[in-house]
């Protein structure tokens, strides 16, 4: 949230809601505490804490969070920064100055595309898909809240490296043939269970992240095929029945 696009459009949002007289409200954290692992329920907690104070430093009214766990966290964060106060309505942001270009200058975000960042793309990909066919909207995931919001960026990206012949911090170019390789090993290493959606996962996936054309939502494909489906087995009770 700290790069410069997102900055922008963090300082520009509160701006334009206290202008209006409406709340901001801030994004959720989507660190999510490990009861069984002290050292990751501290690095969420510190994570938490640092994005919402971020955020009450900036004006927002208020935030959400990914967890109850969490909530105690960003309270005392908002409490601290609000005191007696509702909200920080009369906190107009007039120093920010309202910039289009800054909101599409992705050229001065800093990072680089990474093999185990695709990897990951992948993995996190098929499991939130493969959850969501299964009635899940929402999925923890290596610690953190995933939602379809995360398996689009995840395809995204993936879709338009390769289709910018992207290249790597270690040189690779980012192929179609590539990602194929590394899906088939990124799925080998999933961790199969009883009734799983696995194999309708990846299917999906590859289609709205190999095709020519971008998909516009992963979410269509995934809707049709249940559709498809839901007929199927409304057939077959029919003739059941008969």
């Known amino acids: 949230m700290t790069q410069p696009f997102m900055r922008a459009y963090t300082e520009q949002l509160v701006r334009a809601c206290h202008k209006r007289g409406a709340m901001a409200i801030g994004g959720m954290a989507a660190a999510v505490p490990n009861r069984k692992d002290e050292a990751a329920n501290t690095n969420a907690f510190e994570k938490v804490r640092a994005d919402k104070t971020r955020e009450a430093n900036d004006g927002f009214d208020g935030s959400w969070v990914a967890h109850p766990d969490l909530v105690p966290v960003c ?121 799983d959606r696995f194999e309708d996962s990846r299917d999906i996936f590859e289609e709205v992240t190999l095709s020519q054309d971008f998909p516009s939502f992963l979410t269509l494909p995934a809707y049709a095929r249940y559709l498809t489906e839901a007929r199927e087995k409304a057939t077959k009770e029919e003739l059941a029945a008969a």
């Open 75 to 195: 309270r005392e964060v908002f409490d601290a920064t609000l005191g007696d106060r509702p909200n920080q309505l009369e906190k107009l942001r007039e120093d920010v100055i309202p910039d289009d270009r800054a909101l599409i200058n992705v050229a001065a975000t800093t990072g680089t595309i990474t093999e185990q960042g695709i990897r990951n793309n992948i993995e996190v990909g098929i499991r939130y898909i493969e959850s969501w066919l299964r009635g899940n909207g929402a999925v923890a995931i290596h610690n953190l809240m995933e939602d379809a919001a995360t398996a689009e960026i995840s395809r995204s990206q993936i879709w338009q490296w390769m289709f910018a012949s992207a290249i790597t911090d270690r040189g690779e170019i980012i192929t179609h043939q590539w990602i194929e390789e590394l899906l088939d090993e990124e799925f080998a290493r999933l961790e199969r269970f009883d009734g």
